[in-house]
């Protein structure tokens, strides 16, 4: 079956970096636009950034962008979420999601993706 595995976690003093890995079996990996969303304690969950089936093309929200790069390995199906200079306000649980077909513009839509993973902490403290 779909799964997703986020790792990468953890706690960091603001400014800071971290790299969240999400491995992902059960499915044909090339064939799918891939996503990371976050959900900060009592907020909704939100789109962070996602990439096109290829890696050609991506998309991030405009509170991340110019600090964190999303890349993927096609031969390891994994995705990566590099998080440089990070904010405490980027506390959250980060989730990978998955979305089925070969677009060249990969969605920001929740409602789009078709398989999640567990999620991993990222704190940042200040």
């Known amino acids: 079956q779909v799964q997703l595995v986020e790792s990468g976690g953890g706690l960091v003093q603001a400014g800071g970096s971290l790299r969240a890995s999400c491995a992902a079996s059960?499915?044909?990996?090339?064939?799918?636009?891939m996503g990371w969303f976050r959900q900060a304690p009592g907020k909704e969950r939100e789109f962070v950034a996602a990439?096109?089936?290829?890696?050609?093309?991506?998309n991030y929200a405009d509170s991340v962008k110019g600090r964190f790069t999303i890349s993927r390995d096609n031969a390891k199906n994994t995705v990566y979420l590099q998080m440089n200079g990070l904010k405490p306000e980027d506390t959250a649980v980060y989730y990978c999601a998955a979305k089925r077909g070969r677009t060249a513009t990969p969605s920001y839509r929740e409602d789009e993706y078709d398989a999640w993973g567990q999620g991993t902490q990222v704190s940042v403290s200040s």
């Open positions: 990439i096109s089936w290829s890696g050609g093309t991506t």
């Open positions: 059960g499915f044909i990996f090339s064939s799918y636009a």
